[in-house]
């Protein structure tokens, strides 16, 4: 087994929040390639951290494991690990030698989908639609200028790790989203299941039509890369 990479499972950021899906690179690391099924959770709301033989530990403690392949594991970062951590994985009892990991705080990073050389903020509007440029994502409808929209982030702050959750957890601390030089109103934010976070934002109301890059601020750390958001 040779791991290359562990990083935030939707930026290529390197620090990492308990609670938040992250992604190992390298190779080797499964002998399948398959996201968790039904089967591979036992009684209660505990999530699996086993999948066909592969398991990941940070510091010792078991990962919530939802995706497998030979060159990619995506896990759910446990409770209980601050700073530099070990990180291991094991499929069919070999163990890999460890690799450090930085968990902190917070490292936000919205969940998107790609198409060509541009990354969308996978969000939706009001009625769970799609939201993005029609002629490159068939399906989707471009943002308003004023309408309250909702994305998805990941490792907003630390959250509850390896469990099911079955109701949703307001984000108190302050949250800031910026829609090109533009500050948008945040009208709540809070964790909606494991390891997601959800923030409904009003587009700026003044905002002429385009595409405008996105950033999500939260504990003093931005969101990494660039994301668009096409508005009408």
Do not use: C
């Amino acid at each position: 087994m040779l791991r290359s990479s562990v990083q935030d499972a939707e930026s290529a950021n390197l620090t990492l929040v308990p609670g938040e899906w992250t992604a190992i690179y390298g190779a080797n690391l499964a002998g399948s390639v398959r996201t968790w099924t039904t089967s591979d959770f036992g009684a209660g709301n505990a999530l699996p951290t086993s999948i066909d033989g592969v398991s990941v530990q940070f510091g010792g403690i078991p990962a919530a494991v939802f995706y497998v392949s030979p060159t990619q594991l995506n896990v759910q970062v446990p409770d209980g690990v601050s700073g530099s951590v070990p990180v291991t994985v094991t499929f069919d009892g070999i163990v890999s030698a460890a690799f450090t990991a930085t968990i902190g705080q917070n490292a936000p990073s919205f969940f998107v989908y790609q198409n060509g050389n541009t990354l969308y903020p996978a969000a939706t509007h009001a009625d769970n639609t799609l939201i993005g440029d029609p002629a490159v994502q068939p399906g989707s409808t471009k943002a308003k200028a004023g309408e309250e929209i909702v994305f998805y982030i990941n490792g907003l702050a630390p959250s509850p790790a390896g469990v099911l959750i079955s109701s949703a957890t307001q984000y108190t601390d302050p949250v800031t989203v910026n829609v090109g030089t533009e500050s948008a109103s945040v009208v709540w934010a809070g964790l909606v299941s494991a390891g997601l976070f959800q923030a409904n934002v009003v587009v700026p109301s003044d905002l002429a039509a385009g595409n405008y890059p996105i950033t999500l601020s939260a504990g003093g750390k931005v969101s990494p890369g660039t994301v668009v958001l096409t508005v009408q």
